[in-house]
Each structure stands twice: as structure tokens, then as C-alpha cells.
């Protein structure tokens, strides 16, 4: 190699340094822009990333970035029940920290093996050791069966205990959470929304925008549930399976919809996979009523109608008590939110609105200002970027007095290649729900 002056040097120094930098520059802000679905929390995670399809002028009006270490109970109440007797779920929903829980940013939604609680006995005046069990009545409150339930889970909603609303949506807005399912063969792990005027299911009307069977990692389903006809006591469905590539247990990823005046639009990673267009439905009421907001719920069901295996199967994954193993320390069977976010439009302005080829909004009321100076000898490149602060619209409240209705069953297998329209038919028992009390040691602010 040649003798090179020490001017030169330091030069050829400075840039090769100024190329290297652009590089990794480059490749920064290309993987920002593509990631959806990573396999744990990562700090160049793009945050209030709008998908291909949502229009242009929405921000982000409400979000839970679980960055805490217990759950923002001014967001969030717990639900406490069986919820689903006629489906012969297997649990009870408790406030427990090893079921509801909040750590490196994420919300755990654990569901346990948990064969006895404590029960007050009037007659000896002093709490007792049972079998924990589920009950199921007719019309009449008859008892029809008594079935085992050994097992407490989490479920969370922006509705607490007494049916108070903390927080609903109406209007146009697309709502998404990124989430990795729990592996356990007999969870049914769910995001949705429900709706808070009317006091009966379905007339309230739901969506669901993520519906999963843990001992099948591919199946995954949104679904609209609707009023059959005025009135009715069983739901016309829109379901669809959504589109994956079978690491939904070991991966996030994220899940969304986009609701509005006319259809709504569901979406896997960004990319839209099912529409449902108003018009088709019998009763659309619950989501053109400009008065029944919707609720957000997150549930961890273990057992239940919906895990059924298709028609004549051998499998039997209903019943959670053949799969106990899964249950027992919490590592299977963890449903696991990074975070949940709600956009609604901006206030009308000039601009005419657009949809957005992955939009990114930029946290609300910040500047960043970068500069990178290189120095090769005596000459300075400086670069200054300046974003402009955006602005979030505030929490929508709600004057409808809330309601707490719980109940889903589905029981018929959707296609992979259209939108199905099934009918439930109605049932002719009631069911009731046992209650976990809350623990003493959690307080609700509301």
C-alpha cells in the first residue's frame, strides 16, 4: 500500500464513516417501516402505524401501551364469572395476579388448573373447601346440570363490575390489538367488542375480531354477530377464517377493524381479508345506532362449544379436564396483548381524505429534531429533520345507561374461502354464572 499524507487519511476516514452511517441509516428505517409481526417487544416496533385501507385523517383517540406494572384499572375492569354456561366453558374469571397480570409491557391473560375454591358455609359459619363447578338452569331455574370447572383465567373490558362504561366507541374508528395466542389445546382466546345500549345479546350486537382454538394454531376467525330479526334471541354470523401461517402461538402479530357508516373491514398484519357490508344484514342496527357505543373486551375461555372439532371428529378438545397438563403452570397457557389502540378522524378539514399506503403517525404533542454531524478533516455535513406534532382527539364517553351482557356461543364451522352466513338457533335453557369475589388485595378506581 502507498504512503498516503495524514490529511488524506483522516479524509478517506471521515468518508467512509459519512457511507457507513447512510447504510445503516437506510436499512433502520426500512425495517421499521415493514415490521407487523415480531416474535418479542422491540423498540424499533413502528408505533400508531396505520394499515393499507384506513383513511388518512384518523388519530389515535385512546390506546393502553401496558407499560406498567399492574393493569390501568381508569381503562380497564375485570370480569368475574363463568360466562358462558350454555357453551359448558370451564372456568371462572378472576382478579387475581396469576390470572390478570402486567410486565414488560404486556398484559398476561393466564389461565390455571385450579380444581377447589374457598366457599362461605351458612350453616357451620365458616369458609369450606369445594370442587369448583359450573351450574346450568332452564327457563324455570331448574338445575339442568352440574358440571366440573377446575380452572380460573382473565378476562378484562372497558366496562367495570357494576356495568359501568370507562370507555366505548361509535361512530367511524378502526380499533387494533397485537397479540400472541397461548398454546394450551383447550383455550379460546378472543378480542373483540360489544355493544353497551341494548340489554340482550344479540340485539347489542358484536364483533370479533380475533377468535382462536389453542390446539389448532392456524385457526383463527373474525366474526359479526347480529340479530337474526327484531327481537331475536339468536344471531345471524359473518364469520371468516383469517388468512396466517401457523405461528400466531410463538409470534404477535396484529389484528384490527375498521368500522364504518356502511361495512366493516377486518384486517390480519396490515392487509384486509374480510368485509361486511351492512345491507347484508338482517338487523344492522347495532352498528348504524349512533347511540350504542362499543365496548372492548379481551378474553382467556378455557373449554366451551366453540373449540368443537368439526363434525364427527374423534378429537375432543370441549373439555378442558383431558388436557390438565397444559393448565398447570401458566407457560402454555398465557395470552399474552402488547397493546391496544383506537383511531377516530380528525375534526373536517380542507384536505380531502385518502387511505393511507402504511401511514405512520408520529406520537402525539412531540418534536424530534435529529442531527448527525460527520467531520472528515476540516468540513462539516450537518442534516436537521423536524416532525410536526400531531394531535389526538380526546376519550368518547357515552350517555346510554351500560349493560354487561356476556354470553357468545358459536357453533358452526366457517369456510376459508367466502363469508358465511349461519343461523343459531335459539336455545331453551338459561344458564347462570358462578362468581369469583374480587381479590381484597386489588383496588378499582373508576
Known amino acids: 500500500m502507498k504512503n498516503i499524507p495524514s490529511k488524506y487519511k483522516k479524509l478517506r476516514i471521515g468518508l467512509i464513516i459519512l457511507g457507513a452511517s447512510t447504510i445503516l441509516s437506510s436499512n433502520f428505517f ?15 416496533l413502528p408505533k400508531y402505524t396505520l394499515p393499507e385501507g384506513v383513511p388518512t385523517n384518523y388519530n389515535v383517540l385512546w390506546n393502553d401501551e401496558f407499560n406498567g406494572n399492574e393493569l390501568d ?5 375485570y370480569l368475574y364469572s363463568s360466562f358462558d354456561t350454555r357453551a359448558k366453558t370451564q372456568m371462572h374469571f378472576t382478579d387475581k395476579p396469576e390470572n390478570v397480570s402486567v410486565s414488560d409491557g404486556v398484559l398476561h391473560l393466564t389461565a390455571r388448573y385450579s380444581p377447589t375454591r374457598e366457599k362461605w358455609n351458612s350453616e357451620t ?5 369445594v370442587p369448583r363447578t ?20 382473565g378476562a378484562i373490558q372497558t366496562v367495570d363490575s357494576k356495568g359501568n362504561v370507562k370507555v366505548a366507541f361509535k361512530g367511524d374508528y378502526y380499533a387494533e390489538a397485537r ?5 394450551s389445546e383447550s383455550s379460546w382466546s378472543a378480542f373483540w367488542m360489544f355493544g353497551t345500549k341494548f340489554p340482550d345479546w ?36 359473518n364469520a371468516k377464517r383469517i388468512p396466517n401461517n401457523g405461528d ?9 377493524v375498521l368500522k364504518q357508516s356502511d361495512k366493516m373491514t377486518f384486517f390480519y398484519d396490515g392487509k384486509q381479508f374480510h368485509t361486511v357490508d351492512y345491507n347484508k344484514l338482517n338487523v344492522k342496527t347495532p352498528f348504524v345506532d349512533p347511540d350504542n357505543t362499543m365496548a372492548l373486551r379481551f378474553t382467556h375461555i378455557v373449554g366451551g362449544s366453540f373449540l368443537k372439532d368439526g363434525k364427527n371428529s374423534p378429537r375432543d378438545f370441549t373439555d378442558a379436564t383431558k388436557h390438565i397438563d397444559s393448565y398447570l403452570d401458566g407457560s402454555r397457557s398465557d395470552m399474552l396483548v402488547d397493546y391496544v389502540r383506537v383511531w377516530q378522524p380528525k375534526e373536517p378539514t380542507t384536505e380531502e381524505t385518502t387511505t393511507t ?15 448527525t454531524t460527520e467531520e472528515p478533516t476540516t468540513t462539516t455535513s450537518t442534516t436537521t429533520t423536524t416532525e410536526e406534532p400531531t394531535t389526538t382527539s380526546t376519550t368518547t364517553t357515552t350517555t346510554e345507561e351500560p349493560t354487561t351482557t356476556t354470553s357468545t356461543t358459536t357453533t358452526e364451522e366457517p369456510t376459508t374461502t367466502s363469508t358465511t352466513t349461519t343461523t343459531e338457533e335459539p336455545t331453551t335453557t338459561t344458564s347462570t354464572t358462578t362468581t369469583e369475589e374480587p381479590t381484597t388485595t386489588t383496588s378499582t378506581t373508576t
Open 125 to 129: 359459619n365458616q369458609m369450606e373447601t
Open 30 to 44: 426500512t425495517s421499521i417501516n415493514t415490521a407487523y409481526a415480531e416474535s418479542g417487544k422491540d423498540s424499533e
Open 179 to 183: 397479540v400472541k395466542l397461548p398454546m
Open 202 to 237: 344479540p340485539a347489542s350486537g358484536e364483533i370479533d375480531i380475533l377468535e382462536s382454538k389453542g390446539y389448532d394454531p392456524n385457526y383463527l376467525q373474525a366474526n359479526v354477530h347480529s340479530p337474526f330479526k327484531v327481537n331475536a334471541d339468536y344471531s345471524q354470523q
Open 73 to 77: 384499572q381508569t381503562k380497564w375492569g
Open 248 to 256: 400466531t402461538q410463538t409470534d404477535f402479530h396484529t389484528y384490527g
Open 134 to 153: 359450573n351450574t346450568r338452569l332452564d327457563k324455570n331455574g331448574k338445575v339442568i346440570e352440574e358440571y366440573p370447572a377446575p380452572f380460573t383465567s
Open 357 to 371: 399506503t402504511s401511514t405512520t403517525t408520529e406520537e402525539p404533542t412531540t418534536t424530534t429534531s435529529t442531527t
